[in-house]
């Protein structure tokens, strides 16, 4: 049905009155001019009717009305100006009620344009008229924000200088200043606009109306400070200004109204002061008149002022902005931001990392330089480093797009000459077993039999009692020393006798050092032995083979499999089989002697739990010989825990070699962790904690008299680190294997800055950290501040707490990490390092990860660290116990892979199950397994790969029958540590050579990545015999997202987030890739699928997940990222992560595999469609409690979620959330749209 021209809004006739009138207005426009008193009358008409009747206004903007075009075709033909004010009085009218669609129908109609046409005309008139330009005015500050071309169409058309010019004419009239002001206001957010005005002398102009405090015109001078405000963002503006000497004069302004809006009415005003000094500040020369102001102090007091008032919130968030911009860039207290520890590497390669850090001169890697200003571009958008760019760009960007790369290649790239030398690694692929003796392996129950396939490292079980250590100063002679396993050097010093001086100017090295008690037990352990043991294992019987036992296993087992259900590992004996880790104290006890010194050190601590510190640089004297004869009863964690005795890792630690020659075993390491029983939630961020904390770094500027400055402990002075003092400080130390801590700095009497220490070889990459603590009070509140953090955003602004050991909790019972620290927050601070040093990146700011701590024991010794530590000896120790545990069945070879660059073994794990027997279909069985290809801490800093590493092995290494069935399943070559320098020496991402090993897949050099080289030939020499596996997984940790996910690699996936052209034969894929990552989303309470992602990005083509996907044809290989903060989803959801659930990964990815095993073996295809329903069928199930668990596989992964820096703003380009706190504050989960390309995610 045909409406009528006129169309009205359903229920009002087209012919009223106002529609009349618009089609008498309608046959006038053709003669306006000549009808000019008709035309009046008329318009005046139609405006009564608008303003008395709601309906009228209605009819004139209804769907399908003509009414607009008819008014706006009179207003551009009629010359009488009370015509163009009637028909401007009625755009008004119209435009005021439900303006955003109205005003979006009026741009549309080109009403914008006819009105800047209006304005030039009446400009013409000499003198215009006021009314006129002020109706003029008004609206078009009404319509300028909805037009999208507003700005361009005022330059082009001249209309800008129309209303600057009527600006300087009409200063002291407000009221038609205000609605020019208004319009400029909106010219201004155009930048070329900006520039154009700035150089018409406009700043100058708007600073002849800006004035002190007055209840007047208050409305004008907020307009005027908008406009000013958006001028000044042009950089060339922002200098016109500080130039012109104006930074003074907005602060004196500033101070005056904040003196006197005592009641906070005039909070806009203000805001808008603001706002202009932070656009000027943007600029070098701008923050140096504000400093020369005095800017930072007018700001810090006022701002003080401000901060009971919760309402002006946003003028504390933009000061504390403009004040930390400002605060000038010092360096870092520190020689050089080179690593404290020197390696000189076999050779220095000419590019890359390594290479550029050995090229730069003395001096020049830590000079904040002249660029650092960034003058050049907008400071406000300047990304803090590679990570944060990548970030910033389209999703997009960094997808591989070339077909070509993301199909895998074909054949190993080697010839098969060279990797013949690996052949020795797969012993188990061509082993017949005809020596060995299946029956009495069977029948044994009490004893293991001698077996070839052991490790070449024999376990050691001590019984408990006193372990003493003994120093350089002081062997029993009982204790001698021996050099197990290495030549006779006759360079090296005589062995220390009772009869003998000492020689504390001659320190031993780790590695020569060994107690006799031991001797007899390890001086053949490079011969393959027997499994040793003083205790036995229980019999285990065999797990039933049939397919269908277990199928039904698997069904009732896999969907609430948690390590309190599984019994992977026993305790060694019944007795211990009540000390399960649900105790939370440790009732059983040894007694050690006090400090665990290896030798070649004297003693540095005194007195119970070495809190008592005296320096080892001066004299030694009989108090120091009688301290350590101290005996402290602490708990024998070896009963508890069944892979950790403290004696063990003793002996492993001195066979660790590290750069700095550690002598110190720190007391977690020794006595272990013991998951707590409790629950650790995230921790709930307290409001303007981190502001406060701004302010207080603040206050050094302003008061400088109150820094004490005060080192307390520094590696640059090898000699002597820990600085002697008046008992008055805390003690730091961090010398011992996986430590990190280069500088402690007392800034006040009980706050700390602390210094992390950059990787070997590298001038960056800090994050983990290591150290102990000492010398506290009770009931005093310590503030530490890391100070030169890189990353520009941390879970620890999302509830993750660092962790802390207590000695004096452990002697307790509780020898356990716990997440602690409150007033937690991560902002970027006042430390920089040039733009040399940062590789050339834009962004050289350091960043503080503050936290407070209260501590419970008066004189205790505390350990701080990033994450829970796992170190190399904690690995040997671990392996060694687990050799324990292997029974008859069970196949197990641990095998040297290749030694590291610092002369450490990188061990080489083979478990499987043994034969059933000899006959050639059980060993053809046994030879053809699929093989699983697992490997972990590639990243230093990533101690949870460790855990869950941890996870796996133990489950593979248990009795129960799912552990059987895998170990049946499949062959596991394992490399549990890829990176033991980098984790010995305290690195967090690199190795020895400066470089990060996941980085060097594609090309790995032999002597620089001896580990990522051998791995990559031993997977490469699988691919030229055919028996490439069937699932590679590279084990990681993740520092900026929650949960537990994968990323993969698939060319659909990769070719549907981007935007190049496939065909069909391009996109064949099998989803086979997918099927692990479902399986763990279903049976992991940690695992997220929405967090998975498998698109193949540029900048991770040379990871081991892609390498291994692409150039040795494994479809399933990952990378398992573990987060470091906690959960988000599913049964762990609010909670930080622990090492029980980082475990439970761990073996939870072992039940996976086996169900895999079950889906593979279906041979139908219908079955493998029903298969595929069915994961999804019954991951639903999971979705309705935990909604983020699972997305389908055409929905997008979710990523970060963004940091909360708007209410306390922590990065200058987001002044504009400070608006929005409130609403930030409400919703602080929201997801930043990351890609998988943050450098630190794999």
């Known amino acids: 049905m045909n409406r009528p021209k006129m169309a009205t809004e359903k229920g009002v006739p087209s012919n009223s009155r106002v529609m009349m009138l618009l089609g008498q207005l309608e046959r006038m426009n053709g003669d306006i001019v000549r009808q000019a008193e008709t035309a009046r009358q008329v318009t005046a008409k139609i405006l009564h009717l608008i303003q008395t009747q709601e309906k009228s206004g209605k009819e004139v903007m209804s769907k399908g009305s003509s009414g607009m075009e008819v008014i706006l075709a009179s207003l551009e033909s009629t010359r009488d100006v009370q015509t163009i004010l009637n028909i401007l009085s009625i755009l008004t009218e119209l435009l005021t009620v439900g303006r955003g669609r109205r005003v979006g129908v009026f741009v549309s109609k080109g009403g914008t344009g006819i009105l800047f046409h209006t304005l030039l005309s009446a400009s013409k008139e000499m003198p215009p008229s006021e009314e006129l330009m002020l109706q003029l005015h008004s609206l078009l500050a009404k319509v300028g924000p909805k037009d999208r071309k507003f700005g361009v169409a005022a330059r082009l058309s001249g209309a800008l200088n129309v209303t600057v010019n009527l600006i300087k004419q009409n200063l002291q009239n407000p009221k038609l200043l205000l609605p020019c002001l208004q319009v400029l206001r909106v010219y201004s957010t155009n930048s070329v606009n900006a520039i154009s005005l700035g150089k018409n002398g406009v700043v100058e102009l708007l600073f002849k109306v800006l004035a002190p405090y007055s209840k007047k015109n208050t409305s004008l001078l907020k307009v005027a400070l908008d406009a000013l405000g958006a001028l000044l963002k042009s950089k060339t503006n922002a200098r016109r200004a ?82 930390r911009k400002c605060f000038p860039k010092n360096r870092l207290p520190l020689p050089t931001i080179k690593s404290a520890f020197v390696f000189q590497l076999p050779h220095v390669p000419g590019t890359g990392p390594a290479g550029r850090t050995y090229s730069q001169g003395p001096g020049v890697d830590d000079v904040v330089d002249e660029s650092d200003d960034n003058d050049e571009a907008d400071t406000e958008n300047d990304t803090e480093n590679e990570e944060d760019e990548k970030d910033q760009q389209s999703p997009n960007d960094d997808i591989e797009t070339d077909l070509n790369k993301l199909h895998p290649r074909k054949g190993p790239g080697r010839p098969y000459e060279e990797l013949r030398v690996y052949e020795r690694f797969f012993v188990e692929l061509s082993e017949d077993f005809q020596g060995f003796n299946f029956e009495s392996s069977k029948s044994s129950s009490n004893t293991s039999l001698s077996s070839p396939f052991s490790s070449s490292v024999a376990p050691v079980r001590s019984p408990p009692r006193p372990i003493i250590v003994p120093t350089a100063q002081a062997f029993s002679p009982k204790h001698t020393l021996s050099l197990p396993g290495l030549p006779k050097d006759p360079q090296l010093p005589p062995p220390a006798s009772a009869s003998s001086p000492p020689a504390p100017l001659t320190p031993l090295q780790l590695d020569n050092i060994h107690v006799s008690k031991d001797q007899e037990k390890t001086e053949d352990s490079h011969i393959p032995t027997t499994d040793r043991r003083d205790r036995t294992l229980s019999p285990l019987g ?39 880790v649900k105790q939370d104290d440790v009732s059983v006890t040894r007694q050690i002697q006090s400090p665990l010194l290896l030798g070649g050190l004297s003693a540095r601590r005194s007195g119970g739990g070495g809190s ?150 590298s001038n960056h990459y800090h994050q983990w950290f290591y150290f102990e603590v000492s010398g506290m009070k009770v009931g005093t509140t310590y503030r530490f501040n890391i100070i030169n953090c890189e990353k520009s955003n941390s879970q620890f602004n999302y509830g993750m707490q660092a962790l802390m050991y207590s000695v004096q909790e452990a002697i307790s019972g509780s020898p356990r990490w716990v997440r602690t620290g409150t007033d937690i927050c991560y902002y970027k601070n006042h430390f920089a390092r040039s733009s040399i040093a940062a590789g050339g990146l834009k962004g050289k700011s350091y960043y503080t990860l503050t936290f407070s701590i209260n501590f419970k024991h008066k004189d205790d010794v505390c350990y701080f660290a990033y994450h829970y530590p796992y170190t190399y000896s904690t690995l040997k120790m671990h392996l060694s116990k687990l050799e324990a545990l292997r ?81 049946e399943s499949y062959i596991f070559k394992i490399v549990p540590m890829l990176n033991p320098d980098g984790v010995i020496n305290g690195n967090h991402r690199c190795s020895l050579s400066g470089e990060d090993l996941n980085r060097q897949w594609q090309s790995p050099n032999l002597e620089l990545h001896p580990t990522i080289y051998h791995t990559k030939s031993l997977l490469q020499y699988l691919a030229h015999i055919q028996r490439a596996p069937l699932v590679f997984c590279d084990y990681h940790g993740h520092s900026r997202k929650k949960n537990v996910f994968m990323y993969g690699c698939s060319v659909k996936e990769t070719v549907w987030q981007s935007n190049i052209s496939a065909t069909s034969s391009d996109l064949q894929e099998d989803l086979a890739y997918r099927a692990l990552p479902k399986i763990l989303s279903q049976i992991a309470p940690a695992f997220s699928m929405a967090s998975c992602s498998f698109v193949v990005e540029r900048s991770k083509e040379s990871t081991a997940r892609v390498v291994v996907w692409r150039e040795i044809g494994v479809q399933r290989s990952y990378t398992m990222e573990s987060t470091l903060c906690g959960c988000d989803q599913g049964k762990y959801k609010g909670l930080q992560i622990g090492t029980r659930e980082l475990e439970e990964m761990g ?96």
């Open 612 to 761: 008592n510190w005296s320096s080892d640089c001066g004299s030694e004297g009989p108090e120091d010989e009688a301290a350590e004869g101290a005996v402290l009863e602490v708990p024998d964690t070896a009963l508890l825990l069944p892979l950790h005795d403290p004696d063990l890792y003793v002996e492993m630690v001195k066979g660790t070699l590290s750069v700095p020659q550690y002598a110190e075993v720190a007391y977690p390491d020794y006595f272990g962790h013991v998951a707590p029983t409790f629950r650790e939630p995230l921790l709930e961020r307290v409001y303007g904690v981190q502001r406060a904390k701004i302010f207080q770094d603040i206050e050094r500027l302003i008061h400088p008299n109150d820094i004490l400055d005060k080192v307390v402990y520094d590696l640059d002075i090898p000699s002597c680190p820990v600085i002697e003092d008046d008992g008055e400080s805390l003690k730091f130390n961090s010398q011992f294997e996986s430590g990190n801590l280069r500088k402690a700095v007392q800034v006040r009497k009980f706050e700390y800055d602390l210094v992390l220490n950059s990787d070997i070889n």
């Open 1147 to 1242: 073996a939870q990815f072992c039940v996976a595999l086996l169900r895999l095993k079950r889906l593979t073996g279906l041979r139908n295809h219908q079955h493998l469609l029903d298969l595929e329903s069915d994961i999804i069928g019954s991951q639903a199930k999971v979705v309705s409690s935990c909604p983020t668990t699972y997305v389908l596989d055409e929905d997008e992964p979710s990523f970060l979620e963004a940091i909360d820096y708007s209410a306390e703003s922590n990065d200058e380009d987001l002044e504009a959330e400070n608006e929005r706190a409130a609403e930030v504050r409400e919703h602080p989960d929201l997801l930043e749209q990351l890609s998988d390309s943050d450098n630190h995610r794999e």
């Open 242 to 323: 500080a130039d012109g000497g104006y930074v003074p004069i907005l602060l004196a302004l500033y101070a005056d109204w904040h003196r006197n809006d005592a009641r906070h009415r005039h909070m806009l005003i203000r805001k808008g002061l603001l706002v202009c000094l932070r656009n000027i500040t943007n600029i070098k020369l701008g923050r140096k008149a504000f400093v020369e102001a005095d800017g930072m102090r007018v700001l810090y007091n006022s701002s003080t002022e401000c901060l009971p008032v919760r309402t002006l919130d946003p003028l504390v968030n933009t000061s504390s902005l403009i004040m």
């Open 887 to 967: 029974t008859p069945q069970i196949y197990l070879r641990q095998d040297v892979l290749c030694e590291t660059l610092g002369g450490n073994g990188c061990p080489l794990l083979t478990i499987t199950a043994m034969p059933e027997s000899n006959s050639n279909d059980h060993i053809c069985q046994f030879r053809n397994r699929p093989l699983i290809f697992l490997s972990a801490r590639v990243h230093p800093g990533e101690t949870n790969a460790s855990w869950v590493m941890k996870g796996t092995l133990e489950f593979l290494m248990g009795s129960s029958p799912l552990a059987n069935s895998l170990r």
């Open 542 to 580: 065999r797990p039933p083979t049939e397919a269908q036992t277990i199928e039904k296993d698997l069904a009732h087992v896999l969907e609430r499999v948690s390590l309190d259900a599984l019994d992977g590992v026993l305790p060694l004996d019944a007795d211990e089989a009540h000390i399960g």
